[in-house]
């Protein structure tokens, strides 16, 4: 079994900057073979949104909107991916989660509250 745990998320004011983490423990075969890393997010009374991918065969891959203020970064050797935002907006409030793709199943994370607010 895999575990995803999201840290990094909090309050912020418009404009501002996050970085949302997201650490996998448990099954080190399945998380090694994970193809891909994603954030997805959802805000109040909206669709989950894939924001960001990161997979090994198409490397990383961002939603339109957040294309050039996110970056998605992973660290192999520490099993973590994490979520680098910039100029973030108040409609970007959500909770973030992280998903892993595996061979041996799917995994999501319990998700990590960010507030955009002044």
């Known amino acids: 079994q895999v575990q995803l745990v999201e840290s990094g998320g909090g309050l912020v004011q418009p404009g501002g900057s996050l970085r949302p983490n997201c650490a996998a423990s448990?099954?080190?075969?399945?998380?090694?073979?994970?193809?891909?890393w994603r954030w997805y997010r959802q805000a109040p009374d909206k669709q989950l949104e894939l924001v960001a991918v990161?997979?090994?065969?198409?490397?990383?891959n961002y939603a339109d909107s957040v294309k050039g203020r996110f970056t998605n970064s992973r660290d192999a050797t520490k099993n973590t991916v994490d979520l680098q935002m910039h100029s973030l907006a108040p409609e970007e409030e959500a909770v973030y989660y992280c998903?892993?793709?595996?061979?041996?199943?799917?995994?999501w994370g319990q998700g990590a509250q960010v507030t955009v607010s002044s």
């Open positions: 998903y892993l793709n595996t061979p041996y199943g799917n995994v």
């Open positions: 990161i997979t090994t065969w198409k490397g990383k």
């Open positions: 448990g099954d080190i075969r399945a998380i090694r073979s994970g193809r891909a």
